[in-house]
């Protein structure tokens, strides 16, 4: 028996999917060795073919390590804002709108108070700690709420990462450390060095982890009844959502700090154009979200040289534009 026509379109589009991640990747590549050789200390190829021992030593201690964290560190970021878009069934939230981000922050300035000489894998996990609780704060507000509004549902989470960032502030005011609150809340990348990025490999173990459950998100999106249905267990499902995006949120916050609206565009741009399987978005909202904080951090790094533009500060001013123009836009459509 032959192919039905449907089971032909899926085969010849995979070929075709196949050679646009190729494409992606490689135009990821190529802004990754942009990134590599941008910067006030000139490293060129031919300095490094001459082998000239002081651009070598910049290239491995500074440059390869921070391409590498801006990579990892937008990856993780945007796969994260993608699974909790399908935890709560709302295409305007992540980390950074529902208090996730504002609760890991708080959690480095107790561990900082508490004990000033820290290691970071401990403010990492006292983090973890205060995200999880942050996320999960604002999953059982979202669980009381009389109906699920589409704009209601970030209103609220901005609302609630408000109080806590307030809260924050507070302390970090009367401890006289909000110039070290401010290092965490912006996302900068030029204190990346050798020594001090490898904490963000934790964050694609988490990413593939979030691949490889994938279809159980992807389930669990449709509802509890559909997942139960299905002979799955949804509250599992949704305990093992919440440690992804929480860990991954705490570790990005501790090394390099907050890189705000990542986790809301990409995932909304992926959405539109490959629609909600998430097994099939993971790639390309990795994709998406590296090559877009690397264009930020390259802009950053350009924009105002020799000066440097924290790649948050970048990410804020696009992220916020292209934010608004979603809210907008979901408007005129329930408008109609």
Not at 314 to 326: C, N, Q, R
Request: charged share 10%; glycine share 10%.
């Amino acid at each position: 028996m032959g192919e039905t026509p449907a089971v032909a379109g899926r085969r010849s589009r995979i070929p075709a999917e196949s050679r646009w991640l190729a494409l992606g990747t490689v135009l990821v590549l190529v802004l990754a060795v942009v990134s590599l050789f941008v910067g006030v200390s000139e490293v060129s190829l031919p300095q490094l073919l001459a082998g000239e021992n002081e651009a070598w030593d910049l290239f491995w201690i500074s440059r390869v390590p921070r391409t590498l964290a801006v990579i990892l560190a937008g990856t993780a970021v945007a796969v994260a804002g993608l699974i909790l878009q399908l935890m709560v069934r709302n295409r305007f939230v992540e980390p950074s709108t529902v208090g996730t981000v504002e609760s890991a922050t708080l959690g480095i300035l107790v561990v900082t108070v508490a004990i000033p000489a820290a290691p970071l894998i401990m403010k990492m996990g006292v983090a973890s700690i205060f995200a999880l609780g942050g996320t999960a704060l604002f999953l059982a507000v979202l669980g009381r709420l009389p109906a699920r509004n589409t704009l209601l549902v970030p209103i609220v989470g901005i609302m609630l990462g408000g109080v806590i960032g307030s809260v924050t502030t507070f302390f970090a005011y009367k401890y006289d450390l909000l110039q070290t609150l401010s290092n965490w809340m912006i996302g900068d990348f030029s204190g990346v060095l050798r020594g001090r990025y490898e904490l963000l490999w934790i964050v694609a173990v988490l990413t593939l982890a979030g691949y490889l459950a994938a279809d159980r998100f992807t389930v669990a999106g449709l509802g509890a009844d559909f997942t139960t249905n299905l002979g799955m267990n949804h509250k599992a499902i949704m305990r093992l959502g919440l440690v992804l995006v929480s860990l991954i949120s705490a570790v990005v916050v501790t090394v390099v700090g907050a890189v705000p609206f990542l986790g809301l565009i990409v995932p909304n741009i992926v959405s539109l154009l490959f629609g909600d399987n998430l097994r099939r978005a993971v790639p390309w909202t990795a994709l998406f979200g590296a090559g877009f904080v690397l264009i930020c951090d390259i802009i950053g790094r350009t924009i105002h040289f020799p000066y440097e533009v924290p790649v948050g500060m970048v990410m804020s001013v696009l992220g916020a534009t292209i934010f608004l123009a979603l809210l907008l836009k979901t408007r005129k459509r329930n408008a109609k």
